[in-house]
Nanobody
Framework: QLQLVESGGGLVQPGGSLRLSCVVS????????IGWFRQAPGKEREAVSF???????NYADSVKGRFTIDRDNVKNTVYLQLSSLKPEDTGVYYC????????????????????WGQGTQVTVSS
């Protein structure tokens, strides 16, 4: 069973930056796709970014040009760099993993991710 632990959230002013980390255990990161999702109060959990085991990278339109995802398969860690943050980026950020069985499922389909972390809070406010 894959386990994921997020960290790096916090309170930041608009225009600021944060770097989130997702440490993966219980399996080799090489074999998994990892997605980042976020959930604002009263809203649905939405896909933010994705790194596929084959090198695919995706971003939601709302974060393109501001967020950057990368993975370190040696450290079994996926990072999400958040820059030029806006108040609407506020929410709990989750990382999630899926295996080869979901290869052809769109990256933003949260139901395709079987393993989830507990989340880390990001608050963007002045």
């Amino acid at each position: 069973q894959l386990q994921l632990v997020e960290s790096g959230g916090g309170l930041v002013q608009p225009g600021g930056s944060l770097r989130l980390s997702c440490v993966v255990s219980g399996g080799e990161l090489d074999y998994y796709d990892i997605g980042w999702f976020r959930q604002a109060p009263g809203k649905e959990r939405e896909a933010v970014s994705f790194t596929g085991r084959g090198g695919q990278i995706n971003y939601a339109d709302s974060v393109k040009g501001r967020f950057t995802i990368d993975r370190d398969n040696v450290k079994n860690t996926v990072y999400l760099q958040l820059s030029s943050l806006k108040p609407e980026d506020t929410g709990v950020y989750y990382c999630a993993g899926r295996g080869v069985e979901a290869t052809y499922v769109p990256w933003s389909r949260r139901e395709s991710f079987r393993s989830w972390g507990q989340g880390t809070q990001v608050t963007v406010s002045s």
